[in-house]
């Protein structure tokens, strides 16, 4: 695709419930990250993948977060049981590799999570 | 782990000049990147920096000296559409990113 893509752009979900959050990355990226941004606060690294695996889930802020990738492609992550402190925007970024110069990332427009 | 930091805030005149420091302090340094994210927008990246010395891009320059775990970025001919939240950015040798808080940048006329 153009661009990283992240459905939905919006969730407002209540307390206890569980949410998916999606992430498309550019086509033919082969590494994926996630982040969480708090309101007013810097982004927070959560996950990476290179292809399907994810190397180090060290940055997930509880075990109620995980993430999967299949195919190489598309991203979910899910947070079960939501509380409300899990509210910030989600954002989702790709590169065309992990490492090696100007591998910058590219970011998606962000899932804004509001947990009641 | 990393330890980022830059300044809060920070208030320039359209034409002129305005520097943004970051240090850093790392577990293992792979390269410092520098985004720049509009109110509501997803960062967008600006630069890149991996060996000492300054990049120029443009109105934009950003400069690293990995000894003394510093960088800035340096922006030029400040316009209006300048004014937004600039993040500074290391990667670890895991290819984690972390970033600072961000440094918002007012432009005024």
């Known amino acids: 695709g153009a661009g990283v893509s992240q459905s939905p752009s919006n969730k407002v979900t209540e307390k206890g419930k569980d949410v998916e959050l999606r992430c498309d990355p550019i086509s033919g990226h082969t590494a994926l990250y996630w982040y969480r941004q708090s309101l007013g606060q810097g982004l927070e690294f959560l996950i990476y993948f290179q292809g399907n695996s994810a190397p180090d889930k060290s940055g997930l802020p509880s075990d109620r977060f995980s993430a999967e990738r299949t195919g190489g492609s598309v991203s979910t992550l899910t947070i079960q049981r939501t509380q409300q402190e899990d509210s910030a925007v989600y954002l989702c970024?790709?590169?065309?590799?992990?490492?090696?110069?100007?591998?910058?990332?590219?970011f998606g427009p962000g899932t804004r999570l509001t947990v009641l | 782990g990393q330890n980022i930091d830059q300044p809060t805030e920070m208030t320039a005149t359209e034409g002129a000049i305005v520097q943004i420091n970051c240090t850093y302090q790392t577990s293992g340094f792979n390269g410092l990147f520098w985004y720049q994210q509009h109110a509501g927008e997803a960062p967008t990246f600006l630069s890149y920096?991996?060996?000492?010395g300054l990049e120029e891009k443009g109105r934009f320059s950003s400069f690293l000296s990995r000894s003394k775990g510093y960088s800035y970025l340096l922006l030029k001919e400040l316009q209006m559409k300048d004014s937004a939240s600039y993040l500074c950015a290391v990667r670890d040798r895991d290819y984690k990113l972390s970033f600072g808080a961000g440094t918002t940048v007012t432009v005024r006329a």
């Open positions: 970024a790709s590169s065309l590799d992990l490492g090696g110069a100007y591998n910058e990332q590219f």
């Open positions: 920096n991996v060996l000492d």
